[in-house]
């Protein structure tokens, strides 16, 4: 039987004062890269924690060196996650991180929740404190160890006062100071007070462990909150339960943009359960006493809307239009070598390809729907929300209810699910407008799936046109590729500005700057990134490129959906170089290399995913009857991965339809930099392609009359047990930085499946989903 | 009127409407919140408990049917400070990684290997296709599963705990 003694949630508890170590922070010392490359690093407190933030006078009395430890007198030791666990592991592996270097066993860290903080700002994401991107490794991997090291070095020059010896002689190993000639030795624990109230020298110098000297770093350790999660005993946002707590849910509009003319709530206040029936800004909140005497009561209630839907009536219009803002000229964002006559001319000498690809709107579908619990007394407010975006939560709730920072409080729960839906706060606001009228009491408000499925920023639709030519010895003399997709970053900017912002800009102003930027990237005058993103970078090497960029906007929310631009852009770019390799009559994987620099990262993985796969001996087709097989390389986020999907075909006919094939194996190769968790890269990646082929087989959103056709699980599919495949997963292993894990598994799945559907059927997929 | 069953294995009774779904009596009466909501319509099967040693959708099956009967959730499958052979197996393989459907699967696995320790790849696909991962986790629940089985089928014993 085996316990998880790094169990997160156990509470700290208060002990004695102990002088803070702000009364240290003189020494403003700095971070400086020598010659040799190794980072020395000095003594920068600036970011040291102080006992007046606000914090409920839980652990007064601790010695905080900096924002991400405290030494507690009863001996324990705090790491304060910064970042939203979300099931990407980081609640164990930014503490391993940190542990590296500090020399102390991770399982020694007790890891919290820290609160809103601007220090806690993620230098990722333009210093707000969020949690996307797939930048928390990498983010933090180096302030980590600097605080690991500086830390190291505070009770290291504390134990040479105290024995009166060089600090160089000093040794520092699992938590244990030693001095081998004299044999003294002390913990953490036992040179805490000396180490918090001595002011620490200079260091000679002080520098980051190599990395061929990690112990800990690359290496798996036993993962974080385990039993929690399989005991029921972890707790999600939903599961926030308070004293005298009620239930909240919003009866909405029939469709996005109705709003209530006027409602009669008197037969559902008669309801037993139902406190209380009022109109908020999206719809009719009932708050009452648990989920389903609320839920039920919506049937009881008579509301009369009124306005027209914001929302499209019509699907097929809104595909259409994606397909017309293709003929656009859009804005070139990159151009070498680029002539339309040249392009026309090789046509009549070279072979032109030709190919439009469309993909769906997309939701998150985190399996915990979207919820907010807030107690909004006279003169305080307490949050409990599973945000991504704790930085941007507390700006809302500080916006909202006028109250200063010192009297608001949010926690940040686990996630169930994130995938960037919850960098967004409109849940949050949604609930504030409910507490304000239940103030002084807990109210929680809970989403059903089909408020999720309906009011979600979806992964916007696309469509790629791209052309290419071919010359006679089967090389891409030219490529052009034009995509039509909408802005995320002009529905994202409104809710990011508040954490962007000083916090004493009006309210207002951060609002109207976020519009106007908003504006901006609707109307293409400023380029998003996000809509051409993976195609300006692609590999291979070709003389004349041409990419462009075209804004299309039917008006639908739009978001960070996990790869962003790179879930529909590697679609249409592997999709395309597959079709270009058919018609050179080239072995996919063979022509891909032919046309990669001879030290690409592309290279790498692509080799490495063709060896795990026995691509050489079986390419295309061959590893089992009826298997034929499909290949995708693409980068982003920093990562390169290569995936190798195996299709079963039963046929009978040549149509891909549910039951024709089956995908029996995906093989993976990612090369993402030093690896902090390897255990944790595999289950992303294994994670990522289920995510992945969910997408391009069955995702989909669709707007009928202004509503959202697929609202629950029966209608917008996901992959299920029964159909997931073998994967198996290679990591490149290296000592460069850290790049992200999180996102870079999802884009090549699409196109690598479809690309073995080819083979398989002889028919091309360029629509998503597949069914 | 007291609605009244075992739940875990205590006798409990509650006042409340007969028609409301056994998932939010779990969660918001009797403050037992393992047991989670995905979608209210049994797609997901987040909500899986056990009525009288069988899996059940929580979310849409009413008190009524609990009534006298045996309801187990993810919280009573073993004793305080212990675990079932097969919330073990989840540890070992290093199944959860948001954690949030993970009460529901553990609960399907757990009714599958009690009435068969020696599942085909068919009968897993049955039991737990019903269980949505968001994650993906699913080649590790596979392997967790087959670990699990493996472990009843050497020691028996272990799983009336």
Redesign the interface.
């Known amino acids: 039987m085996t316990l998880d003694p790094t169990d997160p949630g156990r509470k700290g508890v208060q002990g004695p004062a102990i002088i803070s170590r702000r009364n240290f922070l003189d020494q403003g010392m700095r971070v400086s890269l020598s010659a040799a490359g190794v980072l020395t690093v000095g003594l920068d407190l600036t970011s040291c924690a102080s006992l007046a933030h606000g914090r409920s006078g839980e652990g007064r009395g601790a010695f905080e060196p900096n924002a991400w430890l405290r030494f507690l007198p009863d001996g324990r030791v705090i790491f304060m996650l910064d970042r939203a666990e979300m099931g990407q592991g980081v609640i164990a592996s930014l503490p391993i991180i940190l542990a590296e270097e500090l020399e102390l066993d991770p399982a020694q860290l007790e890891v919290e929740f820290a609160p809103a903080d601007r220090k806690y700002g993620n230098p990722e994401v333009m210093n707000i404190q969020m949690t996307g991107g797939s930048s928390s490794v990498k983010g933090a991997f180096t302030t980590l160890r600097e605080a690991g090291a500086q830390t190291r070095w505070l009770f290291v020059d504390a134990a040479a006062k105290a024995w009166g010896v060089a600090p160089e002689a000093i040794q520092v190993r699992d938590g244990m100071l030693s001095h081998q000639p004299t044999g003294r030795s002390a913990s953490y624990s036992e040179l805490l007070i000396r180490a918090a109230r001595t002011k620490p020298r200079e260091p000679s110098s002080l520098k980051l462990k190599d990395p061929s000297q990690f112990r800990r770093i690359g290496i798996d350790a036993p993962a974080r909150g385990l039993l929690a999660k399989v005991t029921g005993q972890a707790k999600y946002g939903i599961d926030t339960k308070n004293p005298n707590q009620l239930v909240a849910i919003v009866a909405r509009p029939p469709a996005a943009g109705l709003k209530c003319k006027n409602f009669d709530g008197a037969a559902a206040l008669g309801l037993n359960g139902v406190r209380q029936v009022f109109q908020v800004p999206s719809g009719i909140a009932i708050v009452g006493s648990t989920y389903w005497h609320v839920r039920r009561a919506v049937d009881a209630l008579k509301i009369l809307w009124e306005g027209s839907p914001t929302l499209p009536k019509v699907h097929a219009d809104i595909e259409q239009g994606f397909l017309e803002a293709l003929k656009e000229n859009g804005k070139v964002v990159k151009e070498e070598a680029w002539s339309e006559d040249d392009f026309t001319a090789l046509g009549k000498v070279g072979k032109v390809i030709e190919a439009v690809y469309e993909v769906p709107y997309l939701a998150h579908a985190t399996l915990e729907p979207q919820n907010c619990t807030v107690l909004w007394s006279e003169f305080a407010c307490e949050v409990w929300v599973p945000t991504q975006a704790l930085g941007l939560a507390h700006e809302v709730v500080r916006r909202v209810t006028g109250l200063r920072s010192e009297h608001i409080k949010v926690h940040s729960t686990l996630l169930g699910g994130g995938f960037g839906r919850r960098l967004y706060q409109d849940f949050v606001v949604e609930a504030l407008t409910v507490a304000e009228q239940v103030r002084g009491v807990p109210v929680k408000l809970v989403w059903s799936r089909e408020d999720d499925q309906s009011n979600d920023y979806y992964r916007p639709a696309a469509a790629h046109q791209v052309r290419g030519c071919l010359t006679a010895d089967q090389r891409i003399l030219a490529y052009d590729h034009k995509v039509a997709t909408s802005s995320v970053l002009s529905d994202a900017l409104p809710v990011w500005l508040p954490g962007l912002t000083p916090t004493f800009f009006p309210p207002g102003l951060s609002l109207g700057l976020g519009g106007l930027a908003a504006r901006g990237f609707k109307s293409g005058l400023l380029a998003d990134d996000t809509s051409f993103e993976g195609i300006p970078s692609l590999p291979y090497k070709i003389e004349r490129l041409r990419v462009r960029s075209v804004q299309c906007d039917p008006g639908i929310p739009v978001g960070f959906w996990r790869s962003v631009g790179h879930s529909h852009s590697a679609f249409a770019v592997e999709s395309f170089i597959d079709e270009l390799a058919v018609a050179a009559k080239q072995d996919p994987l063979a022509f891909r290399l032919a046309h990669l620099a001879p030290d690409s990262a592309y290279r790498r993985v692509l080799e490495a995913v063709a060896e795990v796969a026995g691509w050489r001996t079986s390419p295309t087709a061959g590893i089992a009857p009826n298997v034929f097989r499909g290949l995708a390389v693409h980068s982003c986020f920093g990562s390169c991965v290569a995936q190798v999907v195996d299709v079963e075909w039963a046929g009978p006919s040549r149509e891909i339809v549910e039951g024709s094939f089956r995908i029996r194996d995906v093989f993976v190769a990612v090369d993402c930099g030093q690896v902090v968790q390897p255990d944790t890269v595999r289950a992303q990646m294994e994670g990522s392609v289920i995510f992945g082929l969910s997408a391009a087989l069955y995702g989909k959103i669709s707007f009928v009359e202004g509503r959202v056709l697929q609202d629950n699980f029966d209608t917008y599919r996901l992959l299920r047990y029964g159909q997931s495949p073998n994967i198996r997963v290679i990591l490149l292993a290296s000592h460069e930085r850290p790049q992200g894990v999180g996102e870079p598994g999802v884009p090549p799945v699409a196109p690598a499946l479809a690309n073995a559907l080819f083979r398989a059927s002889g028919n091309r997929i360029r629509k998503l989903p597949i069914f | 009127m007291p609605l009244s069953f075992e739940l875990n294995g205590k006798p409990v009774s509650v006042e409340?409407?007969s028609d409301?779904?056994i998932l939010?009596v779990l969660?918001?009466?009797l403050?037992?919140?393992?047991?989670?909501?995905?979608?209210?319509?049994a797609?997901?099967g987040?909500c899986t408990v056990h009525l009288n040693g069988a899996p059940i959708r929580s979310c849409i099956t009413p008190l009524s049917a609990a009534v006298g009967q045996k309801v187990t959730?993810?919280?009573g499958?073993?004793a305080p400070?212990?675990?079932h052979v097969v919330?073990?197996a989840?540890?070992d393989a290093?199944?959860?990684?948001?954690?949030?459907?993970?009460?529901g699967q553990?609960m399907a696995a757990v009714a599958l290997l009690s009435t068969n320790q020696a599942p085909s790849a068919e009968d897993?696909?049955?039991a737990?296709?019903?269980?949505?991962?968001?994650?993906?986790?699913?080649?590790?629940?596979?392997s967790a599963i087959g670990i699990a089985a493996q472990r009843l089928r050497a020691a028996p014993k272990e799983a009336r705990r």
Not at chain 2, 31 to 41: H, V
Not at chain 2, 94 to 103: E, L, R, T
């Open positions: 409340v409407e409301i779904p939010w969660r918001d009466i403050g037992l919140t393992g047991s989670k909501f995905g979608c209210g319509k797609q997901c987040a959730t993810i919280e499958l073993a400070g212990n675990v919330q073990q989840w540890i290093k199944v959860p990684q948001c954690g949030y459907c993970q009460s553990i897993i696909d049955a737990m296709s019903g269980n949505l991962c968001r994650c993906g986790t699913y080649p590790r629940i596979r």
